[in-house]
């Protein structure tokens, strides 16, 4: 089946510090991917998406590419912030309606400052 | 625009209860999807409602179940709680016909003591 894996947390970084979060796929067909955050007592928020090889989502300063080849769409920010400070998920859905997501275990980032 | 709504966002329940939670999607989502969300499982798909029926389910027991009804609201109910059932609840829409992704509601909390 379909399964999504992400770099372990915690990730603590000094604010101003280029973030990279780390995420692999198994699917069948072409996928679309997903990164989706989550604050603190919230649900979860799309952060960036990509429907096809090749494309890259980018919101907020956050970039992830589709590679195909390597089954990857990791999360990349120059320069975080205080503020960045949260759970980020992977995600992928093989529905052709974007339903039925399979999520990663989240990664959990914290900034320091 | 509204976001999604969900209530209550907090709830305690005993043993062997039921329970109903509900979610308001945005105007003009017609799906309608829960998610279980508890730090040992992650985010795991429950159901997904498009247009009062059912298109999708998770690998739950019979005793999660839901339904949407004509303005696309839904409720999903847990009969017979067990203690594991402690989990944040989300509920997220989306129209249901293209691959955009979620908009999520901030969850209900539901601990079974």
């Known amino acids: 089946g379909n399964s999504v894996t992400q770099m372990e947390g915690p990730v603590t970084l000094s604010e101003e510090a280029f973030l990279t979060i780390n995420c692999t796929y198994t699917?069948?067909?072409?996928?679309?991917l997903f990164w989706y955050v989550q604050y603190p007592g919230e649900g979860l928020q799309l952060l960036l998406k990509?429907?096809?090889?090749?494309d890259k989502g980018s919101n907020k300063g956050f970039e992830a590419t589709y590679r195909k080849e390597t089954t990857s769409f990791h999360l990349e920010k120059g320069s975080v912030q205080v503020s960045d400070s949260a759970v980020y998920f992977c995600a992928l859905s093989s529905d052709n309606y974007g339903q039925n997501f399979v999520f990663g275990p989240g990664t959990r980032l914290s900034v320091l400052p | 625009k509204a976001g999604v709504t969900q209530t209550p966002r907090y709830l305690i329940k005993t043993r062997g209860q039921q329970v109903t939670l509900s979610c308001s999607p945005i105007?003009?989502?017609?799906?309608v999807s829960w998610y279980q969300q508890t730090p040992g499982q992650g985010l795991q798909f429950l159901f997904e409602y498009f247009s009062e029926t059912q298109r999708n389910k998770g690998n739950f027991p019979g005793r999660f179940s839901g339904r949407q009804f004509s303005n696309s609201r839904s409720e999903m109910n847990v009969s017979t709680l067990e203690l594991g059932d402690s989990a944040l609840y989300l509920c997220?829409?989306?129209?249901?016909?293209?691959?955009?992704?979620?908009?999520f509601g901030s969850g209900t909390r539901l601990t079974v003591v």
């Open positions: 105007s003009g989502h017609r799906s």
């Open positions: 997220a829409s989306s129209t249901g016909t293209e691959v955009y992704g979620y908009t």
């Open positions: 990509a429907t096809k090889a090749d």
């Open positions: 699917a069948t067909g072409y996928p679309s």
